[in-house]
């Protein structure tokens, strides 16, 4: 066996498959505690009154937790087999831990009184915000080194009383040390520099051109689905509610949502253009969708990352672009649907909506019917 570039998509697959349980439990507990929870500060969702709910939450949220671990783990195991299991999850959970939120500095936005700390708006609006993650992007690296190195380590041609503990000890020992080394300290300081340099980028636009800051949130919200460059968005989005400017968020709202329920909207339209379990994790992406779930699309994205992210870019921004220019506000630090009683404008919210899934179902359905039929014409 061989690390052969050609077969990604396949070691790509091997980790999809694995985690959309995960995504499927995850999410729709998430979704089902936040869409009967009342009303908190902010207007926002919030599950703490209820004990029930609470517990739903707390449960779905340990799912959805496991997802990059899960990923990363079967990716690769897709490339080393079972030797790769640990260094992957390792790697992916390292993925999701990469540094302490201290990393994170305060910026000053232009034309407002006060700064605000990334890091105290994440854990005011998230509630875990003590480390900076990668995302599933991140896992999917972490995956990808992980099955590397594993199977480099499976190649080396040991004595034979080595042998039995190789797969056991030394290879998960060893492989583990080097994927956390490459996460920790050359992964982890860039997506920090990442977060707070896209932040000041954004925090120097202000309030110029409304629409050119919509189309960049827009990109920003869908690129990585609750990684990095999602949530330096999202954050900003949620700032500028606290500063009396509810529009910004109300075009980050619009953007949440349009990638899984546009995925989820693609499997339904065209369902011959997609597998059984595609359309299976397509409805789980619609109920994510709907409370403003972004991560319902990572399956999508993680099995087919060049044709998926930028679609979903694209819906995103032209979703947003519309909310801006309309005038939408979201007065809570959330989006989707779900957050529609509490929206500015909510019919152009809709149209927002339903303007950018539909972009999004269109692109990529004509782009696998296109990917189809090329492979049909080579067989």
């Given at each position: 066996?061989a690390?052969?570039?050609r ?7 091997s980790?999809?498959s ?7 439990c995850g ?16 207007n926002?969702?919030d599950?703490?009154g209820?004990?029930v ?9 340990a ?17 080393a ?7 992957g999850m ?6 999701t ?8 500095v ?16 994440t ?6 915000g ?6 599933f ?6 995956g990808l080194?992980?099955?590397f ?7 080396i041609k040991?004595?034979?009383y080595?042998?039995?503990?190789m ?19 050359i ?13 000041g ?10 629409w050119?800051?919509?189309l ?5 919200i ?8 999602n ?8 700032a500028?509610?606290?500063?009396g400017?509810p ?8 953007a949440?949502?349009i ?11 065209a369902?011959?253009l ?5 359309r ?27 044709r ?9 921004m ?8 309309m005038?939408v ?17 909510r019919?152009w919210f809709?149209?927002?909506?339903v ?13 696998r ?5 090329k ?5």
């Amino acid at each position: 066996m061989a690390f052969e570039p050609r077969r990604l998509k396949q070691y790509l697959l091997s980790g999809v498959s694995y985690a959309i349980p995960f995504v499927a439990c995850g999410g729709i507990m998430i979704a089902f505690a936040l869409a009967f929870a009342p009303k908190g500060a902010n207007n926002a969702p919030d599950p703490s009154g209820s004990p029930v709910l609470s517990l739903i939450l707390n449960i779905g949220v340990a799912a959805f937790t496991l997802l990059v671990p899960v990923l990363a783990a079967y990716i690769a195991y897709g490339i080393a087999d079972r030797p790769g299991l640990v260094p992957g999850m390792v790697g992916g959970w390292i993925a999701t831990h990469l540094a302490p939120a201290t990393k994170l500095v305060a910026i000053t936005v232009p034309g407002l009184k006060d700064t605000y700390q990334l890091k105290q708006l994440t854990q005011a609006t998230m509630g875990n915000g003590d480390y900076i993650s990668a995302g599933f992007l991140g896992g999917i690296v972490a995956g990808l080194i992980a099955g590397f190195i594993a199977l480099q380590m499976k190649r080396i041609k040991m004595p034979p009383y080595l042998k039995p503990i190789m797969p056991i000890m030394i290879i998960p020992v060893v492989s583990s040390l080097i994927v956390g080394f490459i996460m920790y300290k050359i992964v982890g300081n860039p997506v920090a520099d990442l977060m707070n340099w896209l932040t000041g980028w954004l925090a120097s636009m202000g309030t110029g051109s409304q629409w050119v800051l919509a189309l960049i949130l827009g990109a920003m919200i869908a690129f990585d689905m609750g990684g990095p460059v999602n949530k330096v968005a999202f954050f900003f989005g949620a700032a500028m509610i606290t500063k009396g400017n509810p529009y910004v968020m109300g075009a980050c709202a619009a953007a949440i949502c349009i990638p899984p329920i546009g995925l989820g909207l693609a499997t339904i339209v065209a369902k011959r253009l997609w597998t059984e379990e595609e359309r299976e994790s397509g409805i789980a992406s619609l109920a994510m969708g709907m409370i403003g779930i972004t991560e319902g699309a990572i399956p999508f994205a993680a099995a087919d990352p060049v044709r998926v992210i930028p679609t979903i870019m694209i819906g995103s921004m032209t979703g947003a672009v519309i909310a801006m220019l309309m005038k939408v506000g979201d007065q809570a630090p959330h989006g989707g649907p779900i957050v529609l009683p509490v929206v500015i404008n909510r019919g152009w919210f809709v149209v927002a909506i339903v303007v950018g899934s539909v972009v999004v179902a269109t692109i990529i359905n004509t782009l696998r019917a296109i990917a189809q039929r090329k492979e049909e014409a080579k067989a």
